[in-house]
């Protein structure tokens, strides 16, 4: 078994994959480690690789003309980074940003596309990732618009400790602020409550979930919603008979 294939059994979304497709793309895998803050792609810039996390997690920030930014996207080990070229384009729509650090397996665009073209059972698999990544995007935009920044907050938690490796995991307020599209301020007071009833620790940049059935009571229902769609199109696939 090679490197790649073994590392890419830690991505849910890799591992959903029947052996035979697994190896197919695996063959073409490289790990890389992501640092903190490093940036895979920015807006408007071509985007030379596809990446799939293992660990950690990346940020897709979209920017105004006023300086103002938002997060629309959070990839980690379910999903992957790349999705326009999956879609049909090589520029990226967002900047695309690493926020909790670990290891990528990447592969260069024009390579992921024969994989694309050589395997069916790939390419709808991933098609699938895209249409339940289009749904958190929406899912989200709706939260944003109609639920207060205690369930906002608590969502976002919820789906970053889905994708930690543990319950700690860095984050400042100033990044979550970004994330939830909201003063700092009252990231600081809403933080502060959470920390309050014991539901998370906060600490020197790093944020610890401290109680997750108390993050989940205190949620809207866009969370579930979410990740019933994971369930529903990315269970594993099942092998021809």
């Known amino acids: 078994m090679s490197t790649a294939d073994n590392i890419s059994r830690r991505s849910t979304l890799l591992a959903a994959l029947p052996q035979g497709s697994r190896d197919v793309l695996s063959a073409h895998l490289e790990p890389i480690t992501c640092e903190l803050r490093r940036q895979l792609f920015g807006s408007g810039e071509p985007m030379r ?3 799939f996390p293992t660990s950690g997690w990346a940020s897709m920030i979209q920017r105004l003309s006023d300086g103002r930014a938002a997060e629309v996207g959070l990839v980690g080990r379910e999903g992957m980074v790349g999705l326009p070229i999956l879609l049909g384009d090589d520029i990226s729509y967002e900047d695309v940003v690493v926020q909790a650090p670990g290891v990528m397996l990447r592969i260069p665009s024009e390579t ?3 994989v694309l073209q050589r395997d069916t059972v790939v390419q709808q698999h991933l098609m699938r ?3 339940v990544f289009q749904h958190m995007t929406a899912q989200t935009a709706a939260c944003n618009s109609n639920h207060g920044l205690e ?6 938690l919820l789906m970053a400790h889905d994708r930690a490796d543990g319950d700690e ?3 400042t307020q100033e990044f979550l602020a970004m994330m939830l599209a909201v003063h700092r301020p009252g990231v600081n007071i809403t933080a502060r409550l959470f920390q309050q009833a014991g539901l998370i620790r906060y600490n020197n940049g790093h944020i610890r979930v401290t109680d997750r059935l108390g993050l989940e009571a205190s ?3 866009c969370h579930a919603a979410v990740q019933e769609q994971f369930e529903r199109l990315l269970s594993p696939i099942k092998p021809p008979a």
């Open 49 to 51: 690789f596809v990446y």
């Open 112 to 114: 992921f596309r024969h």
């Open 129 to 131: 990732y895209a249409l």
């Open 151 to 156: 369930q906002r907050m608590a969502r976002w």
């Open 169 to 171: 995991f860095p984050m």
């Open 219 to 221: 949620v809207c229902e």
